[in-house]
């Protein structure tokens, strides 16, 4: 004949024995999903490392690049790029791809409606904040 106790006993083993086989069933399925991700994308997990290519390509590296566009400050001080002043025609020449504007609250009205028409006049995408 068994005892309450001796019931409570086997009852808690037997959760233990649960949890314990949970615990286990569950970091074997981690593993599997993170050996599943490595085989899928490898290192880096896909954020843009590299493309496991030879490089023997026919273009050089600048042609495959995409073009940059400048970051344009117009200040009181005038126009400038990467913190040196420049004139609207080195802008212009400097600046084929486009240009992101950025107008502070010191500069005058009339040098950034200058450069806005030069930029128009020369076909150049602008985008101003």
């Not at 496991?52 to 400050?73: F, I, L, N, Y």
């Not at 502070?104 to 009205?109: K, L």
């Amino acid at each position: 004949m068994t005892t309450p106790f001796a019931k409570d006993v086997a009852r808690e083993l037997d959760r233990r024995h649960r949890r314990r086989r949970l615990i286990i069933l569950g970091g074997w399925a981690l593993l599997v999903v993170l050996a599943a991700l490595y085989l899928r994308c490898g290192r880096g997990w896909g954020l843009g490392g590299g493309s496991g290519g030879t490089g023997g390509g026919s273009g050089s590296a600048a042609q495959t690049e995409a073009p940059k566009r400048c970051d344009v400050r117009v200040t009181s001080n005038g126009y400038e790029i990467a913190g040196h002043l420049q004139t609207q025609d080195d802008i212009i020449s400097k600046c084929p791809q486009g240009v992101d504007v950025i107008v502070t609250g010191a500069a005058p009205q009339g040098d950034w409606d200058r450069l806005k028409s030069a930029l128009d006049a020369a076909k150049i995408p602008t985008f101003s904040r």
